[in-house]
């Protein structure tokens, strides 16, 4: 093999991969939650639309591995919730109100996804770290 | 003749190598576990023959560079082991068809096969001091 220990160096490099495009998900999601109730600012306008996080697996050329990396993006084009309230500020015409199409359940299952595939990554990260010290061990004894 | 002749220690160095090449790709699987289209890879486990020298499917032959300028093999580029296609498959809508318990399972197997190898490892060494007489 061409680069010797190198495979453990580039095991923790693929699981930050991951750790950062989960940590990138985890924003996206609490920007989502933030914005769960913004409306527009102007009357009749459009509110807050949800965001949706993509993944896209592409080749580290140094690393020369597939790691992960947070993709575009998307918007959700699902239709916003509609409340009748004229007395809002945003209320159009007819004293509806847009409000945006985010599902806090939705977004809270999806919270506890990104949460345990950052775990994973971790625990792949602390055995490789414990494999290294096995073989330095070898020198010790 | 050198230390790394005997058969012993090479074929632990080998099955070290698989190990750590192993870890590689179960990491690139954890990574890729929301990635849609994603199929989670494995390696096949090295064989050795009586004198420890690896035999069966092992040793996959690489691309060769003529020019260092070239830029490597994509890919599979430096694995020397040959991939695992028997692959359990459960696959999501998205396609990804990552098992996280499955990956999680294995890649605490290998560390704990690696942890009895580079003991192993320790342990032959050890022998050869003792045959010096340095132990």
């Known amino acids: 093999m061409a680069d010797d220990g190198n495979d453990f160096v580039r095991s923790m490099s693929i699981a930050t991969s991951g750790l950062r495009a989960q940590a990138g998900r985890m924003r996206v999601i609490s920007e989502n939650i933030a914005n769960a109730?913004?409306?527009?600012?102007?009357?009749?306008?459009?509110?807050?639309?949800?965001k949706i996080p993509t993944f896209t697996s592409e080749l580290d050329r140094t690393l020369d591995a597939k790691v992960v990396a947070l993709g575009r993006v998307a918007t959700d084009p699902t239709?916003?919730?509609?409340?009748?309230?004229?007395?809002?500020?945003?209320?159009d015409a007819a004293g509806d109100v847009k409000y945006p199409n985010v599902n806090s359940l939705v977004e809270m299952t999806d919270m506890r996804d990104a949460q345990r595939s950052y775990e994973a990554n971790l625990n792949i990260i602390s055995a490789t770290r414990r494999m290294v010290q096995r073989t330095l061990d070898i020198l010790k004894s | 003749m050198s230390i790394n002749d005997l058969p012993v220690l090479s074929a632990l160095r080998t099955?070290?190598?698989w190990h750590q090449e192993r870890q590689r790709v179960l990491s690139e699987n954890v990574a890729n576990s929301d990635t849609p289209n994603f199929k989670p890879h494995d390696l096949v486990e090295p064989q050795f023959d009586k004198t420890g020298a690896s035999a069966g499917p092992t040793g996959a032959l690489a691309m060769m560079r003529t020019s260092t300028s070239h830029i490597a093999a994509a890919g599979a580029g430096g694995q020397t082991f040959d991939p695992d296609h028997k692959e359990k498959f459960q696959t999501r809508p998205a396609?990804?068809?990552?098992?996280?318990?499955d990956q999680m399972l294995k890649a605490s197997a290998n560390q704990m096969d690696y942890a009895a190898v580079t003991s192993l490892y320790s342990k032959s060494l050890h022998l050869l001091k003792t045959a010096i007489g340095k132990a």
Do not use: C, W
Request: net charge positive; no cysteine.
């Open chain 2, 15 to 17: 099955k070290m190598q």
């Open chain 1, 37 to 50: 109730d913004s409306t527009a600012q102007t009357a009749g306008g459009d509110p807050y639309r949800r």
């Open chain 1, 79 to 91: 239709a916003f919730r509609i409340k009748h309230d004229p007395g809002n500020p945003a209320a």
């Open chain 2, 95 to 101: 396609g990804n068809s990552v098992n996280l318990e």
